[in-house]
């Protein structure tokens, strides 16, 4: 079986506040060269986890991970709006699959995303209906939350089933790494903030919604000026934790527990799991290899940007 990988930070911030010129076009190379190995590679299926920020997912059922059947994109943070085109059959025969091998997923036959699914989709496979695509959802900023263990386990159960498709399968990671931008906590929250993350935040008004994509933009402006007004990116540790990927060593993150990820590199970090899960399901595939790491820190996107692709070794 053939398989791709690459794990990609994400951010609702580009083209709003950017960095230099000199490193947008360095990281914009970055992703036109794992677009141009995506495209080369020609996948079948496309496989994608992802967190949601409030935007799909919410405390009136807050799911640890979800696999969804049918799946549209909201267009958040001017990222693209629309269907994905999900195959359903493959989606609902995964959801059994993952279930048999004793992790526990939902499903969503109406499966709402946000700028962590669609960014993506758009940078390395050119839209959100042009592969099919089974998005799969891991919680990542709504406590409690699941541990790096659960999300390992989740990524060998996909990984499982992938193998027993004759399909060229790309799998996709996205977020992180490192941040904590200004997204609301339930125990500190406002009552109206707090019956928006219970679910009436599904259908935010539209000055609801620009309100809150400048109070983001406003966040990261501050954080430009003044690294300590969030939590501070952390390189180091992003770039060891891309280095255990990257070898293999996904099951020595099972011992972090999550209040020890969120005062080392943020909050937001929990979004690297995703990243965890999606190697963890190349390595059910057999041996694989890394290529075309990338790392910088980026205050502008309050994140710690990372790519990395990956592939079996029979792909290449």
């Known amino acids: 079986m053939k398989t791709m990988l690459h794990c990609m930070s994400h951010s ?18 970055v992703i036109a060269n794992a677009r141009k190995a995506v495209k080369a590679f020609d996948p079948d299926l496309v496989v994608l986890f992802a ?3 409030y935007n799909g997912f919410f405390y009136d059922l807050m799911p640890s991970f979800c696999i969804g059947t049918e799946a549209y994109a909201i267009g958040d943070f001017g990222t693209l709006a629309g269907d994905l085109n999900v195959p359903q059959a493959l989606a609902e025969n995964l959801a059994a699959s993952v279930l048999d091998s004793g992790v526990d997923v939902a499903v969503s036959y109406r499966m709402q995303l946000d700028h962590g699914f669609a960014q993506p989709l758009d940078e390395l496979v050119g839209g959100l209906d042009c592969k099919p695509v089974i998005p799969i959802f891991i919680n990542s900023v709504a406590v409690p939350l699941p541990s790096f263990q659960r999300a390992r386990l989740l990524g060998e159960a996909v990984g499982r089933y992938l193998k027993t ?5 790309l799998i996709l990671g996205s977020g992180g790494l490192s941040h904590q931008p200004p997204v609301p906590e339930l125990a500190t929250a406002n009552a109206h903030m707090v019956d928006r ?3 009436s935040g599904r259908y935010l008004p539209d000055d609801e919604r620009e309100a809150r994509t400048q109070r983001v933009i406003a966040a990261a402006r501050r954080f430009v000026e003044d690294q300590s007004t969030l939590h501070p990116l952390h390189p180091e540790w992003d770039q060891s934790f891309m280095t255990l990927l990257s070898e293999g060593r996904m099951a020595e993150l099972d011992a972090m527990k999550n209040d020890e990820l969120s005062a080392i590199a943020g909050k937001s970090t929990h979004e ?3 990243w965890v899960s999606a190697f963890a399901a190349l390595s059910v595939m057999g041996h694989f290899n890394t290529t075309d790491r990338y790392y910088r820190p980026i205050p502008e996107w309050i994140a710690g940007f990372g790519s990395l692709t990956a592939y079996t070794e029979e792909t290449l």
């Not at 580009?14 to 960095?19: N, S």
């Not at 498709?165 to 399968?169: F, P």
């Open 197 to 199: 993350m219970k679910g």
């Open 165 to 169: 498709l004759d399909k060229k399968v």
């Open 272 to 274: 690297v799991k995703a």
């Open 51 to 53: 967190p949601d920020h």
């Open 12 to 29: 609702p911030l580009v083209g709003f506040v950017d960095p230099s010129p000199e490193i947008l076009d360095e990281v914009n190379g």
